[in-house]
Each structure stands twice: as structure tokens, then as C-alpha cells.
């Protein structure tokens, strides 16, 4: 931790001074404690605007993208920031003693749930408290979904991210949009065409938007023709109920279609019995735990689905490219997939391309890696990894490939 030091004489009453630090690009947490025997004001100023007044008496003050502690300014914009120190009171000669550290983006995979109510719907818990049991069950963060509801998106928590977000609800069908706090001007379903609208709404505004349990319960009756990013292709549990979704996503990943998958466990109270946080996951790779970077990751389709907590981990890369994203080819015969795995269990593993189920493989629960061979001439790779007796599952989205575009004079 980096730390700034201010000696403080009595003559220094009523004085101001300065004390600045630098934010280095690609910063994404600031993290500032201040000690000090005697009394004094500490103003923050980022180099933007001025962001708050710093408390001696706080154990710490966080600043994040998109969070920020009680008093303060969230966004962290990278430069030379400022503390402006007010003198009021110094008993004796004293160190002002300002500790900061700066924490940097680092990509990894976070596991989140993507469809969840509370009571700004007709979900049971206080968002604090999904906070709490979402945590417990191993996730960083999850999309606040109400019913045709923007209240939810005030909500955020100091050490979880929580996603904006509202499931609009219609009677022929359900979605998702996430990211952004006021999606479109006004909740009008009446036709194919208003409710179209919202859609295109939502998509200039920067949603992603996903088409919830789309074959079972509220199923979607809408057609498939509006612009959307992804289907819920795991809604809590079992198998039998996503099966439907399961099916149709292969199918159109077959046809050509570029079609995301994610999940979510629609839960509206915890019940251990039956929906629960994390009974449908997705997770995202992205830069840092932030709404900025987790959006960032959805929307370059770094996303993968876990059923539940015991599903594994399967990372799946073609050279740099990542699940969601498309590959190029140029004068390859032959593709390398690179396979990251992470099980508890003996498990089997599939590869799924445009002709379906291409190939098997069973795996006695503790390889770490895999690489795969594969002839070239598929449009996609996508990975399943089923555990035993097919009670939880774990899938990636597609590597999509393409031929190297040639450059014309």
C-alpha cells in the first residue's frame, strides 16, 4: 500500500494544502485509509470533478466504475488525482498518514446469475439479503431481473457487482434486459411491432438482451425476428426443462445463426428444494469485477452456462480466440482446441459443431487440459461436460469460424 505523509506544526492552523497520487491506467479499485491524531477536512478531487470528504474516522473509503462508499462518487477516471487538507485543530506537531492502494484489471471468469427477482417484484428477499446468499453460493455477482420494473436498479453493493437490469413481462413470453438501467421510452406490448420496438430500444441503448425460458411456462410466442443476443438456454432445474431450449440452440447454431446462450435460476425465494441462487449460471470472462467489464465480456460473447454449483469448468480457445467470438481461418487444414477442465467427478465430454455430436470423450475427473485435433470445415466448436447420471451440466458458447476476408487493391 502506497502512503502519503503530511507533517502538521500548530503554526500550520487553518492552512490548506495538497496532496496528490496517480491513477494508473487500467486501474479499477481505489482503496484509501486515513490516520490522523488531530482534526482536519480532506476533500477528494479526481481529475474529472470533486468526489467526496474523506472521514478519518471510516476504516477505509472504496472507489470503483461503478460503486463507491456512502459519501462519495463512484468512476474511476485515470490521472492525477488530489486530496485538499483543511487544518482545524492540531494539540501537538503531528503525521498526517494517507494509505492508497490501486487494484488493476486482471481477465478471468466470474460466475453470476442472470435471471433473479426480488421484492421490487414478486421476488421474497431484500436485495441486501440475496447479496448475502448469492455470495455464499460462490457467486460475484448477479442481474437484478423485476417484472417490467426499474425500481430494482438503484440497488448496488460495496464487494458484488449487481447488474441493472428488468425481465420484461408480456403474456406470450419473457426477457431479459441487462446493463442498463432505463432500457426504453415506455412499456408498450400491444403489438409485434411496439414490442419490437422495445427491443430495438433496448439494443441501441446497450442491453443485452436474452429471450427467457423460451419452450416451458411463459413460452415465447413472439417469433424470433426481433434483434436480441441470447436465449436463457438453462432455467434452474432439471434437464427435462431446458431440454426444449437445449435442442433449438444447436439447431439454429447449425442453420448459421449466431445465438448466445446464458443462465439464470428465475429465483424468486431461496429454496433449497427447488429454485436457488446458482441453479443456472452464467459466467462471464472479463477484465475486472465491474458492471463495465462484466457488459463488456457479454457482449464480446466470453460466456459460458453452469447448472449448478457441482457442474466443473470447461474453458474452450482456438489459438486467442474465445468462446462467443469467431475465428478466422487462413490456410489451416486442421484446428487446436485448447481445453481448460475443472471437475469433481468423472465426467463426460462433448463436441458439438454445425453436424451435431462429432465426438465423446470420458474423462476420470481429474485432468486439468485437453487439446483436440479437429479436421477444418465446421462452422462452430462448442464443449459440453456432463457429470454423472447427467444431473448437472456445464456449457460453453460457440467458436464460430470463418474464412479470412482477402483484402482487394
Not at 100 to 106: G, Q, R
Not at 135 to 153: M, P, V
Not at 230 to 238: F, K, R, S
Not at 321 to 326: C, N
Request: hydrophobic residues 35%.
Amino acid at each position: 500500500m502506497q502512503k502519503l505523509y503530511k507533517n502538521v506544526r500548530k503554526e500550520d492552523l487553518h492552512e490548506w494544502f495538497d496532496l496528490e497520487f496517480t491513477v494508473p491506467q487500467g486501474t479499477v479499485e481505489l482503496e484509501l485509509r486515513v490516520k490522523c491524531p488531530g482534526k482536519v477536512h480532506l476533500m477528494l478531487y479526481g481529475p474529472d470533478a470533486y468526489r467526496g470528504m474523506l472521514d478519518k474516522d471510516k476504516d477505509k473509503i472504496i472507489i470503483k466504475e461503478d460503486f463507491a462508499s456512502k459519501g462519495f462518487l463512484s468512476g474511476l477516471i485515470p490521472g492525477l488525482w488530489k486530496i485538499k487538507v483543511e487544518i482545524l485543530d492540531v494539540p501537538h506537531e503531528m503525521t498526517l498518514e494517507i494509505g492508497l492502494e490501486t487494484k488493476n484489471a486482471h481477465k478471468r471468469w466470474y460466475a453470476g446469475d442472470f435471471h433473479t427477482h426480488s421484492v421490487h417484484s414478486d421476488g421474497k428477499h431484500l436485495v441486501s439479503d440475496m447479496v448475502t446468499i448469492a455470495k455464499a453460493y460462490g457467486l460475484d455477482f448477479f442481474a437484478l431481473t423485476d417484472h417490467n420494473s426499474y425500481a430494482q436498479n438503484e440497488e448496488v453493493a460495496e464487494d458484488f457487482v449487481i447488474l441493472p437490469g428488468l425481465e420484461l413481462t408480456t403474456p406470450k413470453g419473457h426477457s431479459n434486459f441487462v446493463g442498463i438501467k432505463r432500457p426504453f421510452e415506455s412499456f408498450d406490448y400491444r403489438t409485434k411491432e411496439s414490442l419490437y420496438k422495445m427491443f430495438d430500444q433496448g439494443m441501441d441503448a446497450g442491453c443485452f438482451i436474452s429471450v427467457n425460458h423460451p419452450f416451458v411456462g411463459d413460452v415465447w410466442k413472439w417469433g424470433f425476428d426481433m434483434k436480441f443476443h441470447a436465449i436463457e438456454l438453462w432455467n434452474g432445474t432439471p434437464l427435462s426443462r431446458n431440454q426444449g431450449a437445449l435442442d433449438w440452440w444447436q439447431e439454429e447454431l447449425s442453420r448459421g445463426c449466431k445465438v448466445l446462450a446464458t443462465g439464470g435460476s428465475d429465483v424468486h425465494v431461496h429454496d433449497l428444494s427447488g429454485r436457488c441462487f446458482g441453479r443456472g449460471r452464467t459466467l462471464v470472462l472479463a477484465d475486472s469485477l465491474s458492471r463495465k467489464h462484466l457488459l463488456e465480456g457479454l457482449h464480446r460473447g466470453n460466456i459460458s452456462v453452469a447448472t449448478c454449483e457441482k457442474s466443473g469448468f470447461v474453458d474452450l480457445k482456438i489459438g486467442d480466440t474465445r468462446v462467443g467470438e469467431t475465428y478466422y481461418l487462413k490456410n489451416e487444414k486442421q484446428l487446436k482446441l485448447d481445453i481448460d477442465l475443472l471437475m469433481d467427478e468423472p465426467s463426460e465430454l462433448k463436441l458439438y459443431t454445425n453436424e451435431g455430436l462429432v465426438a465423446s470423450y470420458n474423462l476420470d475427473g481429474h485432468e486439468l487440459s485437453k487439446n483436440l485435433l479437429i479436421p477444418v470445415g465446421h462452422k462452430f466448436y462448442r464443449l459440453e461436460l456432463w457429470g454423472r447420471n447427467n444431473t448437472h451440466a456445464f456449457f460453453t458458447n460457440p467458436i464460430y469460424i470463418e474464412r479470412q476476408k482477402m483484402h482487394t487493391i
